[in-house]
């Protein structure tokens, strides 16, 4: 009875301490973001790009849509490797997923038209 | 007998792993916050005031993932550094004592994140970092969120293969290895810290978060790779 007692308080002191489920899947954007960073070439564009990717498809951590900053970053980046078309729709789909962006996102496609 | 010092040992070893809090509520650690309610957060390149060249990278390129996991809308880090390029904005410290209402208007942020590196001393199997994070509204120009902490990171851990599985770990280079040591430094730097934030928009709603006391403004952690 003594031992239920103890490993019962024991057991709510390691839940408090428990770190709960992220809000999204990253994948290894932390390093292929510095890298890209650092680095700015060919090799690590790839990577980011290829990260991106992975993170768009793979969200099934507890909101199971794409982060915040994605959808625009990586149309940012296919842009600047001459996919203007697909990096647009990239942009609006950032708009569509979080309204406040509009402001920002909305400069950024007058910027491209001019 | 044997039972209360096994009971102490227990219950020492488990709050070991957590963060020492203050005695003030987060509903008044961070009342700009809740009566604010920011929604958008620009981040603003790192001043680096510390000796490592490489150190405003590593925090830049980690501070994404903490605070969109606390449920902030981040605006698109590359993109946003991108123009403030463009608008010789570049440099952080020149708007830590300014109004930034123009950041509100350019980038649609509610508020701007400044992260000043002060130091970063690598000693064989650890780094130790003292950096600080300040939250400033573009609506009313006041400091939302204020935190200095002197980290102690033992680097011997390792964690790298626990976030990104050990096949990928093999994979990497020497080089590439160390750079991501480092960069899960300043990754758990940045998670440690904004694991206080009261959560956002699109964070798991708690209504007893305000009531939660708040971690210490000024602190100092011994973190590894496996802290969470």
Redesign the interface.
Known sequence: M?NLW?FS??GF??T?????K???F?D????S??????NNNEQSAQELIATYESIIVKQNE??KVV????Y??YG??LMQNGKVEKGNLMLQK?IEL?P?????ID??IKMQEK | MKYRVFFLLSSLFLFAGCESTSNIKKSVAYKGIYEEKPISILLMPPINKSTNVEAKEYFHSTLLVPLANKGYYVVPPFLSMEILKRESAYDAELFLNDPIANFGEVFGADVAVFTIIHSWNKTYGNVKVEVEYIIKSTKSNSILFERKGTINFNTTVSGTAGAYGALFDMLLTAASTIATKYVDVARICNTYTFKDLPTGKYGVFNPLEPDELSGKKVFSANLNSQTK
Do not use: N, T
């Open positions: 003594k103890l308080i024991i002191l390691s408090s301490c428990v770190s709960k992220d809000l999204y990253w290894k954007y932390d390093v973001s510095y890298l890209y960073l650092k507890i909101r982060p915040p900053g994605i625009a970053d940012f980046i950032e979080y406040e962006s509009k402001i920002f400069r950024i």
